[in-house]
């Protein structure tokens, strides 16, 4: 008589396995869709930005852009890039912080690529923040 | 003989059916936190904007106070209640203290406390008050 050995994990760990692997991919597949991967479920609201007023000052001593943001949003909003023109602005990024209803004075000085602001010419200014909040707006002397 | 050893399938489909239970309610939260989250938001966002919308002001008068201050005066027109939050007199900022309520078609002031007018000739001032929600109204005056 041939004896046959049959050896295996048994169905119930088999299916337990199966579970596991199945809730485990259903999770990765559920956090990349959501883009929650690093931040599982965590807030992701939006903020929202506007400019109160601008004034470009483009004298022989002094070339820069001031103006006033303001947080209409309910997130926390903080400055990443900025550009002008479509062209990112090179050097330092001027650290721009603003909790919810804040109003901060933003001085940009330098135009595109080291550049000075010149008279008599519109600038498209973009701001983009951490949260990819963006505010364009136009300056002109 | 055989011997079968393990847990009786009744058992088993128990362990089974509460591991999926208990998943499917951990989904069910996390779902529902986030799902929730993103309608608050969508609805302060869809408010904001409407009542930004809604938000209608004007500058009235501009006038030089007895100290030599100067005083916005301006309306509400629009639907929905704001504070004037923010001056700008030639772009400098001048925050408001204590702003108030700006009720329907009720003429209000402000006087910037830190901005004292020049004396002699007259200056042509660029004036823009901003309220809480971003709207903003100007007005160039001769002071």
């Not at chain 1, 809730?23 to 400019?51: D, K, R």
């Not at chain 1, 901060?104 to 909040?133: C, P, Q």
């Not at chain 2, 904007?49 to 100290?67: C, D, G, P």
Request: hydrophobic share 40%; charged share 20%; glycine share 8%.
């Amino acid at each position: 008589m041939i004896e046959t050995k049959r050896r295996g994990i048994s169905t119930f760990i088999a299916t337990l396995l199966l579970m596991v692997l199945a809730v485990s991919a259903g999770v990765v597949i559920y956090a990349y869709t959501m883009g929650y991967l690093g931040n599982f479920g965590g807030p992701q609201t939006m903020g929202a930005i506007s400019v109160d007023t601008y004034s470009l000052d483009v004298t022989a001593s002094a070339s820069k852009c001031d103006a006033y943001i303001r947080n209409i949003g309910k997130a926390q909003f903080e400055l990443q890039s900025i550009y002008i023109d479509g062209k990112a602005v090179t050097g330092t990024v001027p650290t721009l912080v603003l909790k919810e209803g804040e109003v901060k004075l933003l001085s940009i000085t330098e135009a595109i690529k080291g550049t000075a602001f010149v008279g008599s010419t519109t600038y498209e200014i973009k701001l983009i923040g951490k949260d990819n909040t963006q505010l364009s707006f136009q300056v002109k002397k | 003989m055989k011997a079968r050893k393990g847990v009786s399938e009744i058992i088993s489909s128990l362990i089974v059916l509460m591991i999926v239970s208990v998943m499917g309610v951990m989904l069910y939260e996390i779902t529902l936190d986030s799902l929730s989250t993103q309608q608050s938001d969508l609805l302060f966002e869809v408010n904001r904007e409407i009542n930004t919308a809604m938000e209608r002001f004007k500058i009235v008068s501009i006038t030089r106070t007895s100290q030599d201050q100067m005083n916005v005066t301006y309306i509400n027109y629009g639907d929905v209640e704001f504070k004037i939050t923010d001056i700008y007199i030639e772009n400098v900022r001048y925050q408001v203290e204590n702003p108030v309520e700006a009720r329907k078609f009720v003429l209000n002031s402000i006087i910037p406390e830190d901005f004292i007018l020049g004396s002699g000739e007259e200056i042509l001032y660029n004036v823009k008050i901003v309220s809480e929600r971003g709207v903003s109204n100007e007005l160039q005056v001769l002071l």
